[in-house]
């Protein structure tokens, strides 16, 4: 069977080209994103690898089906941007991988926070000037401090177990808690209202769907607490961005980490260094001194990427034996 692998970055190919060695699948890497305009790039491969940002939409989906392509297989957990139903009814299997290092992106949400609060990022260009004033670069402890996260799956568990080292009090939602959570001392499932209220730090980690899309909008922003911190490495529509631009400039939003951005197809994993910027929501943005925004790299560590290339030539592998009954399997 051959694969055509979409999105290809340079540490995609090197940590592909490793798990494949002895095994000699074979694929092909291509820089092109998955979309309308390239699905046609896909005759004559049997299955397509792609990452966050290819299109899998119902369009994609009948293209690529009448080309021959049997499966989908996503290399990241989020499947939101597959339309599965259209999978299932073209008679395409689609596999993810469920979970590579929850850990990598737990301690890049813990970065964000600590780079906002301690003001790393307005420091590190002050020292490297000379200046050594510290008049604005005030932070807050970190202990004592209520923190709420949303979501407590895999990353949002290892968040957790950081946040209680810190001595943070943890407020949690989830529509499916963890009761051994909850067993925990200082960490309390509350309804999502409530932990909106209380929470000095608000934290994502659920997965976008239809009812977690802009789950932050005005009227959740409106019951946050006066300057509270919000932090968002989960997927962008979780967040209406304009609402947070109103909350940043009313001063309610008094600190922002980013990892994801709702547009974040036509930005991220490109060099746009030398291009008129066009997102004037992003552009926006990146204008506030206490908003950090980071491409999409909380999956980026070393035992991520080893671990998302050997589950995905796994599951390559099923599909080469017809063995598609497995819990990375999604359709
Ligand atoms: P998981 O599936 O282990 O946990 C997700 C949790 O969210 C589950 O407990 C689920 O019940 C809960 N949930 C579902 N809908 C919810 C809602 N409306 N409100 C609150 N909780 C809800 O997933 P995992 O591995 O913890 O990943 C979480 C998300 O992180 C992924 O969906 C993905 O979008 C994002 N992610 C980001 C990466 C990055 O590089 N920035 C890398 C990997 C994942």
Redesign the pocket.
Known sequence: MKTLLFSTKPHDRRYFEAANQGLDLSIDYLDARLVESTASLCAGYDIVCVFVNDQLTKAVIGQIASLGVKHIALR???FNNVDLAAAEQAGITVSRVP?YS?EA?AEHTIALMMVLNRKIHKAYNRVRENNFILEGLTGFNFHGKIVGV???????RCVINILRGLGCHVRC????PDTSLEELPDVHYVPLNKLIEESDIVTL?????E??HH?INHSTIDKMKHNVMLIN???GGLIDTQAIINGLKSHKIGYLGL??YEMESELFFQDKSSDIMQDDVFARLLSFPNVVITG?Q??YTDEALRQIASTTINNLMLVNQGNTDTNTFIA
């Open positions: 990241c957990a989020g979970a929850p992106v949303v979501g407590t799956g895999k990353i949002g939602y989830d529509p499916h980690h659920c997965p976008l769907t009812e977690s789950l490495t989960s997927r990892d994801v999409h909380g999956f």
